[in-house]
């Protein structure tokens, strides 16, 4: 990794991590789920930072991929656990990050076990510690605590213009055993849950990804591939584009170039059992001795 790949990773962290302090004053009981969203996305623009993927705010149950619609009405709730997951990148260099908060009070251990869990892999972090074993350092931590991690969802290396980047990092100990190398950029991000340890998707999806280029009739689908040409590498929300273009004729045309696998759609993951989960996720670089936390 050159100087100047290193120097964009950072900044991107530390925007993330400046925004994700001052965002936790906006998750209170009344607030608007949209209203969250918003001010997130824009705060990361107003601190000079790329959106890498639309803000989530996960509530309860749900563990990833919930970004409110262009006319969401969800409102926090006094007895809510609420997860923010932002991404942040500089010309493509990304920092992923996210934390829970329990406004409820009552499940701040399964909080704290995540939080450690999300330590405790850090600190294996170095060339040569297989992602196996930070699978099973999570795993240990969480289940210490009377709690079960998340089985199929993982964290992620990331590269430029490259959020999901190929390596996995597991959070049980899994049956494969990737090592990790020096200038790796990895997203570690347990999720703990009181429920039955697994997410299924939903029908829901307001989240969407480029795949390839093709041709489509439909002439509100070739609209749309236009406005999303400036941002096609990373993933986007429906709800940027909910001015662009009438809401039902969206709706077409997503559902449209989903089924011609031009665009990939990410439905909302909620836990098996409608469990309440936690996540909590920084970003690291790996370096020569360990690795460097860019979104502390």
Not at 220 to 241: S, T, V
Request: hydrophobic letters at 40%.
């Amino acid at each position: 990794m050159d100087d100047r790949d290193l120097k964009a990773y950072r900044e991107a962290g530390r925007i993330a991590s400046g925004v994700k302090a001052w965002s936790r004053t906006l998750v209170k009981e009344g607030a608007g789920v949209l209203g969250i969203a918003d001010k997130i996305e824009s705060r990361i623009k107003e601190e000079g930072g790329g959106i890498a993927f639309p803000v989530n705010v996960c509530i309860n149950d749900i563990a990833a991929h919930y970004a409110p619609s262009f006319q969401d009405r969800g409102i926090i709730q006094k007895e809510d656990v609420v997860t923010i997951d932002i991404g942040v990148h500089i010309n493509g260099f990304i920092a992923d990050t996210a934390y829970t908060l329990d406004l409820s009070g009552n499940y701040g251990r399964m909080l704290e076990a995540n939080e450690l869990a999300l330590k405790n892999a850090i600190s294996l972090i170095k060339p040569g510690t297989s992602v196996s074993d930070i699978g099973e350092i999570v795993q240990k931590t969480i289940t210490d605590a009377g709690y079960k991690p998340i089985e199929n969802l993982t964290g992620h290396e990331v590269k430029q213009y490259d959020l999901h980047a190929g390596l996995s990092i597991p959070n049980i100990r899994a049956p494969y055993d990737r090592e990790l190398e020096e200038g790796m950029v990895i997203a570690i991000e347990p999720f703990a849950t009181n429920g039955y340890g697994r997410v299924i998707e939903s029908k829901k999806a307001e989240i969407f990804s480029f795949l390839e280029e093709k041709p489509t009739r439909m002439r509100e689908a070739r609209i749309l591939l236009k406005e999303i040409e400036p941002i096609k590498e990373f993933p986007f929300a429906e709800r940027w584009f909910a001015e662009k273009m009438n809401p039902l004729r969206m709706s077409l045309a997503l559902r449209t170039l989903v089924a011609e696998k031009i665009l990939e759609a990410h439905p909302v993951l909620h836990e098996k059992e409608k469990g309440i989960v936690s996540q909590f996720e920084q970003t690291v670089i790996v370096t020569g001795e360990g690795c460097e936390v860019t979104t502390e």
